[in-house]
């Protein structure tokens, strides 16, 4: 395994896990960075820079991120995001995997890819789930500002420098972690 394939598996992890929080923010992301020659997609991903898909996707971002602000609207589309959320972290992971067996790249990026964005998504959809219920809903745009944030944040060091993001995809795994950890006593209880 070559330099180039390892930070290729550190972009995709870090764009994967962005794709638990905003679906659209890593592939619009991973399309301006393909269109100006940041960085290179596989052969069959090279679409994915086109100004079409540019566009395309830069729409979908900015409606993806305002509709998370309104109450009950961000639950609607957490209950739809969840699948795609683990489709769009296998794309990203495998468009972005260089150099190496498709048997081996379609199986991080199944695992590695989906699995993260899933995992993520998950817990921010419980998370959001839990502020409607507890605050009828007015905590929810704080909570749509951390992760339009963090996916923001995460997004760009995946492109920019792909092993702080991994850094910081096991940091965001870890609290996940932790917090369910520590809510897991509170659900036996009940």
């Known amino acids: 395994m070559t330099s180039e394939s390892i930070i290729s598996i550190f972009l995709g992890v870090g764009l994967a896990a962005s794709a638990g929080f905003r679906i659209f923010l890593p592939l619009f992301a991973l399309s301006l960075a393909s269109h100006f020659g940041v960085w290179e997609l596989n052969e069959h991903w090279q679409w994915l820079g086109s100004m079409f898909a540019v566009i395309t996707l830069g729409i979908a971002t900015v409606i ?5 602000f309104i109450p009950w609207v961000d639950n609607m589309l957490d209950s739809a995001a969840l699948p795609l ?15 190496l067996d498709p048997v081996v790249t379609w199986s991080l990026a199944i ?14 959809a419980t998370g959001r ?4 219920l507890s605050t009828g809903g007015l905590a929810n745009p704080i909570i749509s500002t951390v992760e ?5 944040v995460v997004t760009t060091a995946s492109i920019f420098a792909p092993i702080l ?15 369910y950890r520590k809510m897991q006593p509170k659900l036996k209880n009940k």
């Open 148 to 152: 339009s944030g963090t996916a923001l």
């Open 64 to 68: 993806e991120l305002l509709a998370y």
């Open 111 to 124: 695992i590695a890819g989906g699995g993260t964005a899933t995992a993520i998504k998950g817990a921010s």
């Open 165 to 179: 993001a991994v850094i910081l995809v096991i940091v965001i795994l870890c609290f996940i972690f932790y917090i």
């Open 85 to 99: 959320a683990g489709i769009a972290g296998t794309a990203v992971m495998v468009s972005t995997i260089a150099d």
């Open 129 to 132: 789930l839990t502020s409607s």
